[in-house]
């Protein structure tokens, strides 16, 4: 039996995964933190003490994501794009394009049937119409980001938003609700505004579907509704969206490694 | 830095470790210069100048090519919104005082905001000579040598007025010399990185190149022979595990934080098409005929460049012909955001590339600094090519 370490070291989250032969054994997800090598090492801990194993019984282990240098054990670090398309293929081999939603950035990757990237798109320099603006405006509504989706699925007239800016769609979001809209107008408003900014990106590579989505922005249901509406597709949905990076770093561990 | 022998290593970082120090206290070195020598400094703003010109009139040409710092004065007088940075950054160093030391600044047009420019900056600096060239831009006509030839006599008229001395064709002949020899010795370099993938690091290379659009010719010739003599004895494996890029663009600047992602990645540059590298050496003046008629010649046969316009296609042909003949497996193009002439050029290039089926990058930059987005773009791109 042979097993393989796969750590994603993001912006907002950390996520690792431990996978056996083919298959994912378990992962855990904690906040990156401002220390992102303790992070790295607090995620190998729990996942060996959870597979009471040792490091010596990892064959192999790649980081990813943008904190990937912290992570002084992997073997090497390969870019969270190529993670996410392997992690992706060996859920779903069928899946042609992969909407990252992720905490700084958002991503369009279209994949063969490898799993090899073939193109990919990444959203403006700034965080606008990222995660991190969902979570800007969650605060302003001091709701956490489940209730943030439960709302917006609610909403029948989402407000619209003249900003994809977290900077500015925090006082627009302020002043809305100096206005007495309802609180689920406007987390509709904010996924409406995101969903449009992933379609503008979307112009700039041709979709193929299947299409997917990952990334802490694919467990805010309201936002995915608002993809499919504004990209008119079907989104299948990973369990565990947020590890798609790290699975398909262990896989690219397990790969190299065989 | 990729340094094969051990022992050797220290004594090449040394070599490099110069041209870095050239290029980090640029000004006090220049000032130091200028005080030990009683010589003139003469800033040229990026490109297309004859630094030959203000070499035969035995004063120092110099590149400038921005900084790092905050811009808080240039934005009053020019609009960030049509500005890029490299101009801003120019003129920012030009208000603050940071240029006093320079004794004239030469422009040529190349886009249509040096003009702009070159007014504002006659406004408030105090520098004896300003001189600004128009230059011709279709130049497949027969009085474009012509015309550039009367710019280049206009800009060693202004030179002589400004020092009370001629210009002797003898002078000149010796300048095109010493910038031919710095030309030769840079092909050098750039050859023996071609087929020594990896001796050298993306970012030193830039070091190397920089280092001589800010000191004398005659003094970098000496460091560019005294590292090749140690890099030509350095026997490198070669090895085909990494990736190997061509990089093209980046006008009028460097774009050393996209060298430094591509270096951290592992992947090796074979050539590039930028302006710091081969952009700013790879043409040759004829030493054989009169000195204008050779600077305007090269100034017209150069290779294909956005200021100059011959045929759409021929900046697109002559990057995807270095992709192809180097082998390469892809391309990363690096554009300064606001610059026109670039934007203008660039769907042609991307066409080309396409068609030729040859992986390509485009990296907008703003200033110094590579934002995530970019890196993580970069990183993917070499994976791309790479790992998968
Ligand atoms: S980079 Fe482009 S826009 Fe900027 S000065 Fe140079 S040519 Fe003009």
Redo the contacts with the bound molecule.
């Keep these: 039996m042979t097993w393989y370490m796969g750590i994603d070291i993001g912006s907002a989250f950390s996520k690792g995964m431990i996978v056996k032969d083919t298959e994912p054994v378990c992962f855990h997800i904690l906040r990156s933190g401002i220390n992102y090598r303790t992070t790295a090492n607090l995620i190998r801990q729990e996942l060996l003490s959870r597979v009471n194993l040792s490091q010596n019984d990892i064959s192999d282990t790649v980081a990813t994501g943008s904190g990937a240098n912290n992570v002084d054990f992997a073997g090497r670090k390969v870019s969270d794009i190529i993670c996410t398309a392997r992690g992706m293929n060996s859920l779903y081999p069928q899946v042609r394009t992969i909407i990252d939603a992720a905490g700084q950035s958002t991503k369009l990757i279209l994949i063969d049937s490898h799993g090899r990237v073939t193109s990919f798109v990444v959203s403006e320099k700034c965080a606008a119409g990222s995660g991190w603006f969902i979570e800007v405006i969650a605060n302003v509504l001091r709701v956490d980001l489940n209730e943030f989706s439960q709302l917006s699925r609610l909403s029948k007239n989402p407000v619209a938003f003249s900003t994809s800016c977290a900077v500015f769609g925090e006082s627009e979001a302020i002043s809305r609700v100096a206005e007495g809209i309802p609180k689920e107008d406007i987390a509709a408003g904010v996924n409406k505004t995101t969903a449009n900014k992933i379609s503008s990106l979307s112009k700039k590579i041709s979709l193929e579907e299947p299409c997917t989505t990952c990334g802490g922005g694919a467990l805010n249901t309201g936002l995915v509704q608002a993809i499919e509406l504004e990209l008119k597709i079907k989104l299948l949905l990973p369990p565990q969206p947020q590890t798609l990076s790290c699975l398909g770093a262990a896989v690219i561990a397990r790969t190299s490694s065989s | 830095m990729h340094l094969i022998v051990p022992g050797e290593k220290l004594f090449m970082e040394e070599t490099l470790k110069r041209f870095i120090a050239a290029k980090q206290s640029l000004y006090d070195n220049l000032k130091q210069w200028k005080k030990a020598s009683g010589k003139k400094i003469v800033g040229c703003h990026?490109m297309d100048i004859p630094e030959e010109i203000v070499h035969a009139a035995g004063m120092l040409p110099i590149t400038l090519m921005g900084f790092d710092g905050a811009i808080t004065h240039a934005t009053r007088s020019l609009q960030p919104t049509i500005a890029?940075n490299?101009?801003l950054e120019n003129l920012e160093m030009c208000l603050n005082g940071t240029l006093d030391f320079l004794d004239g600044v030469i422009f040529a047009d190349?886009?249509d905001?040096?003009p702009i420019l070159s007014d504002i900056w006659l406004r408030h600096s105090h520098h004896v000579l300003h001189h600004l060239m128009v230059m011709p831009k279709h130049l497949n006509s027969p009085s474009s040598r012509r015309r550039v030839s009367e710019q280049f006599l206009r800009l060693k008229a202004a030179i002589e007025k400004q020092n009370n001395k001629k210009i002797s064709d003898r002078a000149l002949k010796h300048s095109i010399g010493v910038y031919n020899q710095n030309r030769r010795l840079l092909k050098r370099l750039y050859d023996l990185r071609l087929c020594k993938p990896g001796l050298l690091s993306a970012s030193d290379v830039s070091a190397v190149v920089t280092a001589g659009m800010l000191m004398r010719k005659e003094d970098h010739n000496q460091l560019v022979e005294q590292l090749l003599l140690e890099l030509e004895n350095l026997p490198v494996p070669t090895s085909d595990m990494h990736v190997k890029l061509i990089v093209s663009g980046s006008?009028?600047g460097h774009c050393d934080s996209v060298l430094s992602v591509i270096d951290a990645q592992g992947a090796y540059i074979l050539e590039d098409d930028l302006y710091i590298g081969s952009r700013y050496f790879t043409s040759l003046t004829n030493e054989d005929i009169d000195p204008i008629e050779a600077l305007a010649q090269r100034y017209v046969d150069d290779i294909p460049s956005p200021t100059k316009f011959f045929d759409a296609n021929a900046w697109a042909n002559y990057i995807s012909n270095m992709v192809i003949r180097d082998k390469a497996d892809g391309i990363i193009i690096v554009m300064?955001k606001?610059?026109?002439?670039?934007a203008d050029d660039f769907p042609c290039i991307q066409n080309k590339l396409n068609n030729g089926g040859i992986p390509c990058l485009m990296i907008e930059i703003e200033r110094a600094g590579v934002s995530e987005q970019d890196k993580t773009r970069i990183q993917a791109f070499i994976d791309m090519l790479g790992v998968q």
């Design positions: 990026p890029c490299i101009l190349v886009c905001t040096i006008l009028c300064r606001l610059c026109e002439i670039h």
